[in-house]
T-cell receptor, first 109, second 114 residues
């Protein structure tokens, strides 16, 4: 079973700062997902990646398959980015996701 | 709005009650999932259905009983639950359950077992 570790668990930063959240996993995967969960519970998928780097607006996700490590970066952070960011991995086949514990991010104005 | 709806959004039930959670997706997907999110714990996979067939049961107690009558609907039947079953229950869907697909989540049902 894959073990997914995220760091940091909690992060408070000032508006405008560059944010990095890290994720590592123990076993080879077919894909890694970054998810965002706002208060109230709803989850939105931000990225799914199996190699390299993806960018969407101010968000960038990278993955290093050899090192079993991924990072999520937020540039020019804003208070509306405050949420829990969750890393999850899929092993391929008709299976669900294995999740990290999440990073609780607060961006202060 | 992700195209996945869940009802009810909140549910309070006693340990002897029977209730059902409903999930519906309007995305034309063929795979649907139930996840559980307890306080202070990571999200956990409960069940996977692919083309209406259950392909994963992640050692879930029998007091949770899933049902998938068609590719658009997924139910979670609850009976004789315990207080520790109080959690947020999330439904998700993806195109074909092949593992390398984006999953779309519903808003969740927040369950309290008294």
């Amino acid at each position: 079973k894959n073990e997914v570790e995220q760091s940091p668990q909690n992060l408070t930063a000032q508006e405008g700062e560059f944010i990095t959240i890290n994720c590592s996993y123990s076993v080879g995967i077919s894909a890694l997902h970054w998810l965002q969960q706002h208060p109230g519970g709803g989850i939105v998928s931000l990225f799914m990646l199996s190699s390299g780097k993806k960018k969407h607006g101010r968000l960038i996700a990278t993955i290093n398959i050899q090192e079993k490590h991924s990072s999520l970066h937020i540039t020019a952070s804003h208070p509306r980015d405050s949420a829990v960011y969750i890393c999850a991995v899929s092993g391929g086949g008709a299976d669900g996701l294995t999740f990290g514990k999440g990073t609780h991010l607060i961006i202060q104005p | 709005e992700t195209g996945v709806t869940q009802t009810p959004r909140h549910l309070v039930m006693g340990m002897t009650n029977k209730k059902s959670l409903k999930c519906e997706q309007h995305l034309g997907h063929n795979a649907m999932y139930w996840y559980k999110q307890s306080a202070k714990k990571p999200l956990e996979l409960m069940f996977v259905y692919n083309f209406k067939e259950q392909t994963e049961n992640n050692s879930v107690p029998s007091r949770f009983s899933p049902e998938c009558p068609n590719s658009s609907h997924l139910f979670l039947h609850l009976h004789t639950l315990q207080p520790e079953d109080s959690a947020l229950y999330l439904c998700a869907s993806s195109q074909d359950g092949a593992g390398r697909e984006t999953q779309y989540f519903g808003p969740g049902t927040r369950l309290l077992v008294l």
